[in-house]
């Protein structure tokens, strides 16, 4: 079973209007969590990296936050551009003593940006 | 510019005619990472190397091998590719592995 679940598996937004996806993720404790936007045929780029102890993390119109009682992690984007349609992904990357150097994906959050 | 190369960018071969992607960084970095990605399933992780002569199993290494003799060059061989293998992959590199990752631009290779 996936460690990473993401949610919705996708969904259509105004321009201009404010979103928030999540990732619910079972390793616990981990090193780091990660968000990655990919747009359609190209390698991902890191928009957020934070240790377990972190609860939020800000990336210009991205914020990340994290809540390590409930396991989750949220993505939320500030007045959306058309260049935010993309998909976004949680990646949980393992701690020294479990698998280290191993990353677990979430299948990702396709989100289309409309005029 | 620092980045991650891959080469070739795209493939198209026969079942069981071996081959090997390359992936080169220029950032002295020392964790690197194969992965592939399908619809549906996301990235899965296949192989990793943590340094030098240091490579490990992802999710899904059954059918590749890798290798790590230098720093800046992580290849990836399928030595009889078959069908099931036809997907995009990707390469990254990070300076260590708790640190942001750069991926390569991808390979789409598809097997006849």
């Known amino acids: 079973k996936n460690q990473v679940e993401q949610s919705p598996q996708s969904l259509i937004i105004l321009e201009g209007k404010n979103c928030t996806l999540q990732?619910?993720?079972?390793?616990?404790?981990?090193?780091?969590l990660r968000w990655y936007k990919q747009d359609t045929g190209r390698g991902p780029v890191s928009l957020t990296i934070m240790t377990f102890s972190e609860n939020t993390k800000s990336n210009g119109r991205y914020t990340a936050t994290l809540d390590a009682d409930t396991k989750q992690s949220s993505l939320h984007i500030t007045a959306s551009q058309l260049s935010d349609s993309a998909s976004y992904i949680c990646?949980?990357?393992?701690?020294?003593?479990?698998?280290?150097?191993?990353?677990?994906f979430g299948a990702g959050t396709q989100v289309v940006v409309t005029p | 510019e620092a980045q991650v190369t891959q080469n070739p960018r795209y493939l198209i071969t026969v079942t069981g005619k071996k081959l090997t992607v390359t992936c080169s960084q220029n950032m002295n970095h020392e964790y690197m990472s194969w992965y592939r990605q399908d619809p549906g399933l996301g990235l899965r992780q296949i192989y990793y190397s943590m340094n030098v002569e240091v490579t490990d199993k992802g999710d899904v290494p059954e059918g590749y091998k890798v290798s790590r003799k230098e720093k800046r060059n992580f290849p990836l061989i399928l030595e009889s590719p078959s069908p099931n293998q036809t997907s995009l992959y990707f390469c990254a590199s990070s300076y260590l592995v708790t640190y942001e990752q750069y991926f390569g631009p991808g390979t789409r290779l598809t097997v006849t």
């Open positions: 990732c619910n993720y079972t390793v616990s404790p981990f090193s780091n």
């Open positions: 990646v949980v990357s393992l701690l020294p003593t479990d698998s280290w150097g191993k990353l677990q």
